[in-house]
C-alpha cells in the first residue's frame, strides 16, 4: 500500500517568515494529494490540493508544489501569521483510498 | 463541498460499553469513510461505508469491534464496541472525491475510563 513520511514533525516560525513543509509517498499510482490544517479540537481543514497532471498550484499565502518523478510534494505558506499555528498533514490519494502523512505541528511566533 | 455533521462531540464512556457515532452529510454521497485519530498521531483509516453493502475494513480493525451502519446515501453509524482505554481517540468522518476534495466532520473524542 501508499507509505507517506512528512517532516518536519514541529516547525516554528517568527511571523511574517515562510514556512515549508515536505513529504514523500511511495506509490506513483497515487494521483491527489491535498494538504489539511487541524487546529485543536476541530477537525482537519482542506486547504489546498493538487494533482498529478499538475506542477504547482497557489491560494494567497499558500502553494503546494509536485515531483511527480521524485515522488514529493511540498506546502509553502508565505508572510506567515499566528492564527497558521495549527497541525498540518499532508496525503495521497490511491484507488479513493487517503494515506495521510505523520502531520507537523507549526508554531508561528510573534 | 459537503457539510458533515458528526454527533456526538465528544463522550466519556466505561470500558466495555458501546458507543454510536453518527455522520449525517448535507448531500448525497456514495462513499463516506471512518477514520481514527490517535492522541498526538496522524489519521487512520477505519473502513469505508458503502450504501446497500457491508462497509470495507482496513487490516487491523475488524467489523466486530468496529460495526458501521450505511442505511442511505446521506447518513452513516460507527459503532465501537466493548471499548477499553485504548479505544480512547477521535473518530472522524469524511466524505468525498478527488474532483472536489475530501471534507472531514469535527469528530468525535473518546474517552474510555
Known amino acids: 500500500g501508499e507509505n507517506v513520511e512528512q517532516h518536519p514533525s514541529t516547525l516554528s516560525v517568527q511571523e511574517g517568515d515562510s514556512a515549508v513543509i515536505k513529504c514523500t509517498y511511495s506509490d506513483s499510482a497515487s494521483n491527489y494529494f491535498p494538504w489539511y490544517k487541524q487546529e485543536l479540537g476541530k477537525g482537519p481543514q482542506l486547504i489546498i490540493d493538487?494533482?498529478?497532471?499538475?506542477g504547482e498550484k497557489k491560494d494567497q499565502r499558500i502553494a503546494v508544489t509536485l515531483n511527480k518523478t521524485a515522488k514529493h510534494f511540498s506546502l509553502h505558506i508565505t508572510e506567515t501569521q499566528p492564527e497558521d499555528s495549527a497541525v498540518y498533514f499532508c496525503a495521497a490519494l490511491r484507488a479513493r483510498q487517503l494515506t495521510f502523512g505523520s502531520g507537523t505541528q507549526l508554531t508561528v511566533l510573534p | 463541498s459537503a457539510v458533515i455533521s458528526q454527533k456526538p462531540s465528544r463522550d466519556i464512556c466505561q470500558r466495555g460499553t458501546s458507543l454510536t457515532i453518527q455522520c449525517q452529510v448535507d448531500?448525497?454521497?456514495?462513499?463516506m469513510f471512518w477514520y481514527r485519530q490517535q492522541p498526538g498521531q496522524s489519521l487512520t483509516l477505519i473502513a469505508t461505508?458503502?450504501?446497500?453493502?457491508?462497509?470495507?475494513?482496513e487490516s487491523g480493525f475488524v467489523i466486530d469491534k468496529f460495526p458501521i451502519s450505511r442505511p442511505n446515501l446521506t447518513f452513516s453509524t460507527l459503532t465501537v464496541s466493548n471499548m477499553s482505554p485504548e479505544d480512547s481517540s477521535i473518530y472522524l468522518c469524511?466524505?468525498?472525491?478527488?474532483?472536489?476534495?475530501?471534507?472531514f466532520g469535527s469528530g468525535t473524542r473518546l474517552t474510555v475510563v
Open positions: 461505508a458503502n450504501q446497500g453493502s457491508e462497509a470495507t475494513y
Open positions: 493538487i494533482r498529478s497532471n499538475v
Open positions: 469524511s466524505v468525498g472525491d478527488s474532483n472536489y476534495g475530501y471534507t
Open positions: 448531500s448525497q454521497v456514495t462513499m
